[in-house]
C-alpha cells in the first residue's frame, strides 16, 4: 500500500520517523468516528472492518497502541472488542479523557478520583433538561461523567443550542468542565484531557515520535499537546477524519481521511512501511 498524502513537512518527518525507528514510536487513537463510524446509538458503535487487524500490526513493531477516548475505558474494550484480539496484548486504553487507564496486560483499571460535582450534576440534570423543553435529549450516565445527546432529537443543532449555555453553568456550578463535540455537550471532571492523556502516555513510553488519530473537538488538547513536544523534539503525525468535520482539528492535521476506514488504510500503510524498512 502506498504512502497516504502528507500535507506537512512536519507530518512526513513524523511519519519517516516512526517508519526508521518504530520501536520508539507510540501509535494512539480515538475510538468515536476514527476506529468506529458515528451512530445513532452510543451502545451501537463498533469498530470498522479491519480496523483492529490494523492496530494489532503495527503493535508487533512499535512501543504502545493506545487506544484515547472519551468513553468509559472498560466500555471502550467492549465496544471496541480489543479484550482478547490477537496481537493487542500490551493495548492501553485511557477512557474518560485519560481519567481512566485499562491495560490489557493485568485487565485491571486505574482512575483518579472522580469529583462529588457528577453526583450533584447528575441530580440536577433531569429537571433542567425538563425546564428547557428538552426532555428527551439523550443522557448517558458514564458514572464518572454525564453525557448529553442530541442526535436523535428532531432538531438536534438547535437542541444543542438550547442546552449549551445552561450546562455551562451547571458545569461551572459543580465544578465540572463542559466538553462540547458532536451534538453532545459532556459534564466531566476537570483537570485532565486528551492532551494530558497524551502527555502522561509519551512520558510513560519514552517515546521519540507518535501517530494521533483524533476526528473531533476533545481531540483537540491531544493535537496541542503532540504541537508543543514537536518543539522539543518530537516527531508526530496527526491524522484527522472527516466524520465530525471539526473544521480546526482538520485544519491542524498533518493526513486527513473521511472516514475510520480511510484511518485504516493509513494504518496499513505505515505497518507495510515499516515491514519494508
Ligand atoms: O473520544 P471519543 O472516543 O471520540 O468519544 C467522544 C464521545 O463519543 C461518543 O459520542 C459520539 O459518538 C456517538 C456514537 O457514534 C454518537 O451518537 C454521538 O453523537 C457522538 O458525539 C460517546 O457517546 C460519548 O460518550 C463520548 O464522549
Known amino acids: ?17 516512526i517508519v526508521a525507528d518504530p520501536a520508539t514510536a507510540v501509535i ?11 451512530v445513532e446509538d452510543p451502545a451501537q458503535s463498533r469498530p470498522v472492518d479491519g480496523a483492529l487487524d490494523a492496530l494489532a500490526r503495527l503493535a508487533r513493531s512499535v512501543n504502545q497502541v493506545a487506544i484515547v477516548t472519551g468513553r468509559p475505558a472498560l466500555v471502550a474494550t467492549e465496544l471496541s472488542g480489543v479484550t482478547g484480539h490477537a496481537g493487542l496484548g500490551q493495548l492501553v486504553v485511557l477512557g474518560h479523557y485519560g481519567l481512566e487507564r485499562w491495560e490489557a496486560a493485568s485487565g485491571r483499571v486505574t482512575s483518579d478520583p472522580v469529583p462529588a460535582g457528577v453526583a450533584e450534576a447528575r441530580s440536577r440534570l433531569p429537571g433542567l433538561l425538563r425546564e428547557l423543553g428538552v426532555p428527551d435529549a439523550f443522557v448517558e450516565d458514564k458514572e464518572s461523567s454525564l453525557a448529553v445527546h442530541t442526535r436523535r432529537l428532531a432538531d438536534p443543532v438547535g437542541a444543542l443550542e438550547t442546552l449549551r449555555t445552561p450546562l455551562t453553568e451547571l458545569a461551572e456550578s459543580t465544578e465540572l468542565r463542559l466538553e462540547p463535540g458532536n451534538l453532545v455537550l459532556e459534564l466531566r471532571p476537570p483537570g485532565i484531557d486528551k492532551g494530558v492523556a497524551v502527555r502522561r502516555l509519551l512520558e510513560s513510553t519514552g517515546a521519540r515520535s507518535i501517530l494521533y488519530a483524533g476526528d473531533d473537538l476533545g481531540d483537540l488538547a491531544a493535537y496541542r499537546a503532540v504541537e508543543e513536544q514537536r518543539k522539543a523534539g518530537l516527531r508526530a503525525v496527526l491524522l484527522a477524519t472527516r466524520s465530525s468535520n471539526a473544521t480546526e482539528l482538520i485544519e491542524a492535521a498533518d493526513i486527513v481521511v473521511d472516514d475510520p476506514t480511510g484511518v485504516v488504510t493509513v494504518l496499513t500503510a505505515l505497518s507495510d512501511a515499516i515491514a519494508a524498512r
Open 28 to 38: 494512539s487513537t480515538d475510538f468515536d468516528g476514527v476506529l468506529a463510524p458515528l
Open 1 to 17: 500500500m502506498s504512502t497516504p498524502t502528507i500535507q506537512t513537512d512536519a507530518g512526513r518527518e513524523g511519519w519517516e520517523a
